[in-house]
């Protein structure tokens, strides 16, 4: 559990695990409830479109405390494939990815930054780490750049 109280649903590391298997999941979505008790998938998928994937991420709602719709922070997985330098081949990581953008409202932010690591510790074998907070953070081009030197 998270210092937030925040805990894991099971099938956030079912699915995670299917991704890394290699089977048909090419990326999660994770979201913490609407209640604020438990982070949860909200969506997976089967294509490796990062565009749609980012579009996701850049139109995620949360609810604050009052019930308010705003703008939302979410966690994410995503097998990045790039390419090695002078033809050696194309390499994968499973990158893990924490979306809280500067502009939305304090107590979301503040609860997908506490829960966060209770998130990573369930996700046995992520490769990379990425916080995230605006757009230019989740181009596909710095995401790839960021995985493919380690960090």
Request: charged share 35%.
């Amino acid at each position: 559990m998270a210092q937030s109280g925040v805990s894991v649903n099971p099938d956030c590391i079912s699915k995670f695990n299917e991704l890394k298997l290699g089977k048909d999941i090419k990326w999660i979505i994770y979201k913490i409830s609407d209640d604020w008790k438990e982070i949860v998938v909200e969506e997976t998928s089967n294509e490796a479109n990062f565009d749609i994937f980012r579009d996701k991420l850049l139109n995620a709602k949360s609810k604050d405390r009052k019930g308010k719709e705003g703008i939302g922070g979410r966690y994410a997985v995503f097998d990045v494939e790039y390419d090695l330098p002078g033809g050696e081949g194309t390499r994968t990581k499973i990158t893990f990815i924490s979306w809280c953008p500067d502009d939305a409202p304090q107590y979301p932010r503040m609860m997908y930054s506490t829960s966060k690591e209770a998130i990573k510790r369930a996700l046995n074998g992520l490769a990379a780490d990425i916080q995230a907070n605006d757009a230019d953070d989740i181009e596909f081009e710095n995401i790839k750049s960021r995985v493919s030197k380690g960090r």
